[in-house]
């Protein structure tokens, strides 16, 4: 189970319809802290596959290709 407070299952799996405007702002929030973690975790993943050449290493001519 997770214990952080945006846990991204749940945050994930909640809808917006019939939400009041402040829920909707809530909702939006956790999003956007969701995003900012997952877009960090990933950078952190490509500095990685490139420091260690993985996507050449299995034919791909760039990480970006892969």
């Known amino acids: 189970m997770c214990t952080e ?3 991204a299952c ?5 809808r ?3 939400r009041s405007p402040a829920g909707l702002g ?4 956790r ?3 969701l995003r900012a973690r997952t877009d960090a975790s990933y950078a952190v993943w490509i500095a990685e596959a490139q420091r260690t050449d993985a996507a050449r290493r299995l034919g791909f001519s760039s990480t970006c290709e892969w």
């Open 10 to 14: 749940e945050v994930l799996a909640e």
């Open 31 to 33: 999003l956007a802290r």
């Open 16 to 18: 917006p319809e019939g």
């Open 26 to 29: 809530e909702g939006l929030c």
């Open 5 to 7: 407070a945006d846990c």
